[in-house]
């Protein structure tokens, strides 16, 4: 008890930092309060954010040109852009930007924003930025495939005829947020397009702007005056960083927090019986799944990729360590996606993975290691997965890291096996196929670095069938074709596919209006009242 009541004086404390008066067991009316995990935050800057929840945090803080209805994706509406128009030929699209819009500096959004932001990101390169270059755009031609055509227009040209709705879905992603030019060049430095300066700081138009990041500490959000849409209730939103579940709840008892963001289970069913709190939940996009370095001479094995498919106890995982947080489910698209494949063709069988280990020459087994995320529910998914797996002989060593560290350790591709989740960039099934099943260049040098490069997988003709069904006009041919991706994956793939999220906090009984989105940048506190 001593060691809790120390914890809840540290992060109060840490709460004091931005908050005067503390009002104890009641925060500020005006103010909500979110404990989560923010371990994995790199960046800032939409040019480089591909995490969890600098996603969130951007979602809220940036506007692109256009979004959709969480509850329906199919309903795409205008945000920057007021309309659009696809050329007859399908090699472009040209928005017509909404008239008297300011960034949170004050400043107008215009075209050149637009095209700044976009052309921005294509040269950077930085992680998310395949997105956009999957169009057929690059550093040395994207000043002429995304032009300004008029002090409110832009031209967004496309190297093939796209399915338009896949185009306007990328360009939901968080790359494709419009970033405010005339503040971030104020602060350019050796032609690095502010990017130095943007990874810590903010030039956006959405509702709440980002007045401070402290790494594995706490992120402040306030309220963008300058906001052209309705005004927020909440006049700040912070984000403290306490990934211990037990924490985060014994807050929430308290109610020096409003929402608790990463439960587990046992303290979410402890949670349903408190009438001052409540659960909320959305279905997810996101899936849990190993990746199995293939530079590694025992995991390029193909018996031993399969072998390690049926040493993961899915039901169990399922059952108790993330009940009611997932579903099991096997295949690199979410259900709700076109085209997901809904078949679980493995489950723990250690005799049927001894086989097949024998069948590649290991029968005693061998020695791997994991790097896995320092949280809970991730820590208890790696040790469950450890236990099965030493039942056939294979020891695994966990690698315990924050956030950045593992995440920077997989992208360079040095690791073993990586316990990761993945979550769509936008609402597409190529989002997912373009990073499980596609990888043009395995070389350690690529511009193109999707999951399947991170994990060595060289799959050329794989890669031509992911090319092919992104261009297939009949909704009903490119389902057949991702099923069929799909299954050829689920056998040969260096990824075991385990779970897909279901996303569950817990809050205070007054707070109403927060959104669950498919995705993490679909996630809304705009709207929350208390």
Not at 19 to 31: C, H, I, Q
Not at 120 to 131: C, E, G, M, Q, T
Request: hydrophobic fraction near 40%.
């Amino acid at each position: 008890m001593l060691h809790s009541r120390r914890l809840l004086a540290a992060t109060v404390a840490a709460f004091a930092l931005f908050s005067a008066p503390v009002v104890y067991a009641e925060t500020p009316a005006d103010t909500l309060i979110q404990a989560w995990a923010i371990d994995d935050i790199i960046s800032l800057d939409p040019a480089e954010i591909f995490e969890f929840t600098a996603s969130e945090i951007a979602g809220n803080a940036y506007e692109g040109l256009i979004g959709y209805d969480p509850a329906d994706v199919s309903k795409i509406f205008g945000k920057v852009a007021e309309s659009w128009e696809v050329a007859p030929d399908g090699l472009s699209i040209t928005f017509k930007i909404k008239p008297g819009r300011t960034f949170a500096s004050g400043n107008p959004i215009t075209a050149e924003d637009v095209v700044f932001s976009l052309t921005r990101a294509v040269k950077l390169d930085k992680s998310p930025a395949f997105i956009l270059t999957q169009f057929g755009l690059n550093a040395a031609n994207v000043d002429e495939m995304v032009v300004a055509t008029g002090p409110d227009t832009v031209q967004f040209k496309m190297d093939k005829a796209y399915a338009p709705t896949l185009v306007l879905y990328c360009l939901t992603a968080t790359v494709g947020f419009v970033v405010d030019k005339k503040l971030v060049m104020e602060h350019e430095v050796d032609g690095d397009f502010g990017y130095n300066w943007l990874k810590t700081n903010y030039a956006g138009s959405g509702p709440f702007s980002i007045r401070e990041w402290r790494a594995n500490e706490v992120v402040v959000m306030e309220r963008n005056a300058n906001y052209s849409g309705d005004a927020p209730a909440m006049a700040r939103v912070i984000y403290r960083h306490i990934p211990e579940g037990a924490t985060q709840r014994l807050l929430l008892e308290q109610g020096d927090i409003d929402i608790a963001r990463s439960l587990t289970a046992e303290e979410l069913d402890a949670v349903r019986a408190n009438a001052d709190l409540k659960i909320q939940e959305g279905p997810k996009g996101s899936i849990y799944y190993l990746g199995l370095n293939q530079k590694n001479e025992f995991l390029s094995k193909p018996e031993v990729r399969q072998a390690m498919k049926y040493l993961v106890d899915y039901a169990a995982i399922s059952d108790t360590i993330m009940k009611g947080k997932v579903n099991v489910h096997q295949a690199f698209l979410p259900i709700g996606f076109l085209g997901a494949l809904d078949e679980t063709p493995f489950s723990l069988d250690v005799a049927k993975a001894k086989e097949l280990l024998t069948a590649a020459g290991l029968p005693d087994g061998f020695t791997i290691t994991m790097d896995t995320r320092n949280t809970p529910e991730i820590t208890g998914i790696a040790q469950a997965i450890q236990q099965t797996m030493a039942e056939a002989g294979v020891k695994m060593e966990l690698i315990p890291g924050d956030g950045q560290q593992t995440l920077t350790k997989y992208r360079a591709r040095n690791h073993d096996i990586y316990i990761g989740r993945w979550g769509p960039d936008y609402q597409d099934p190529h989002t997912n196929a373009d990073t499980f099943a596609r990888n043009p260049d395995n070389a350690d040098d690529a511009t193109s670095k999707p999951l399947a490069w991170r994990n060595a997988w060289d799959i050329p003709e794989m890669t031509k069938k992911a090319d092919a069904a992104v261009l297939e006009a009949d909704p009903a041919k490119r389902a057949e074709m991702y099923i069929e991706l799909q299954k050829e994956s689920q056998q040969t793939s260096p990824f075991v596919i385990m779970f897909q999220e279901i996303e569950v906090s817990a809050m205070r009984s007054n707070v109403n209006g927060f959104i669950v989105g498919p995705s993490f940048n679909d996630n809304s506190f705009a709207h929350v009242t208390k």
